[in-house]
């Protein structure tokens, strides 16, 4: 394993949603420390790399050893460096993971067609901070709410 990546750029990911359905996310991440970008299907696929990703630039550490039934997952190969895009096609977040205790992620999401920026407290929270921002891109313009707070605000 390489030494720890340093640099504040490698503390944020990006993350492109390209598509949603059924509440089920698919797209691409993208960070420094990758050559390319790495296509993720699913939410599940998206923890689990974005998960891989941290542990690789052991930045920020994990308080906790991963566990597992089995052999390590198989790893899909980066994607082609000309068929890259930096954004997605339903929305784009840039996710900064500050902390990895008590088996989740705590540090803040960035929707960056509204340049909104909140902080989570866990890997849920970041979860349903990204599928609101998707969920209210995907209406009418007229109807999009325009940051992460009036989601928050509609949702009580």
Request: charged content about 30%.
């Amino acid at each position: 394993m390489p030494g720890k990546a340093q640099g504040n750029e490698y503390w944020t990911t990006l993350v492109c949603v390209d598509s949603r359905q059924d509440g089920d996310f698919s797209g691409r991440l993208y960070n420094p420390y990758l050559d390319s970008g790495l296509a993720f299907k699913g939410l599940m696929d998206f923890l689990v790399k974005m998960e891989d990703l941290l542990d690789r630039m052991r930045l920020p550490q994990s308080f906790t050893a991963k566990r597992s039934f089995g052999p390590p997952m198989e790893q899909e190969k980066p994607l082609k460096p000309e068929l890259e895009r930096r954004h997605g096609d339903e929305a784009t977040f840039a996710v900064r993971v500050l902390i990895r205790q008590n088996a989740s992620w705590q540090g803040s999401v960035t929707w960056e067609e509204t340049g909104q920026t909140e902080s989570f407290r866990s890997v849920l929270e970041l979860l349903l901070l990204m599928n609101s921002a998707v969920s209210k891109s995907q209406l009418k313009p007229e109807k999009k709410a325009t940051s992460f707070s009036a989601l928050r605000s509609k949702e009580k």
